[in-house]
């Protein structure tokens, strides 16, 4: 057998890395010829190849949560450091990132927080998410063309109600 690329090893370890039940469970998944590739990651006198793998794939989880929680801040704090813990790894499950930018790993934990049991503890988690995925979205948008005194000034005062209603938060699909 010749030895395989760079590509396939890489592509290896982030199935490892990523695998929602933890590297080994994901190493039991493996097809004989990807298990083969396993054979790339050396264990050492102090952990095995499994070990060295799960220090990655808890990295990663932490990783996720951690921007999270910055993303979520407010979220985070109603409902504390284990509930939040315990939010992210069910979201996690439920949506792991397919993106390669972390700034869309939360993209759909406000529909997500709506269904979760802690929502029955606090209604309001799914609004606040909501919240803060709009500031989120806000941050990240594109500027807009700013609007001149001109154009403001050319509005009907009898309009500005009108333009209010037309108004809603956007999500990014």
Excluded at 167 to 172: G, H, M, N, V, Y
Aim: glycine share 6%; proline share 8%.
């Amino acid at each position: 057998m010749s030895a395989p690329h760079l590509a396939e090893i890489q592509t290896l370890l982030w199935t490892l890395i990523t695998a929602p039940e933890g590297a080994e469970k994901g190493l039991a998944r493996l097809t004989a010829p990807q298990r083969s590739l396993a054979a790339y990651v050396r264990g050492s006198t102090r952990l095995s190849a499994v070990e060295r793998l799960e220090v990655y794939a808890d990295m990663y989880f932490y990783r996720l949560r951690d921007c999270l929680k910055e993303d979520f801040g407010a979220l985070s704090a109603v409902a504390g450091d284990d509930n939040f813990h315990n939010l992210i790894t069910d979201y996690l499950l439920a949506h792991p990132p397919v993106h390669f930018s972390l700034r869309y790993a939360g993209q759909h934990l406000p529909d997500f927080v709506v269904g979760h049991p802690l929502s029955r503890q606090w209604p309001y988690l799914g609004n606040l998410a909501t919240l803060e995925w709009a500031i989120l979205e806000a941050f990240g948008a594109p500027d807009a063309v700013p609007l001149t005194v001109e154009t403001v000034r050319s509005i009907p005062p009898a309009s500005w109600p009108e333009i209010t209603r037309g108004l809603r938060f956007a999500r990014a699909v």
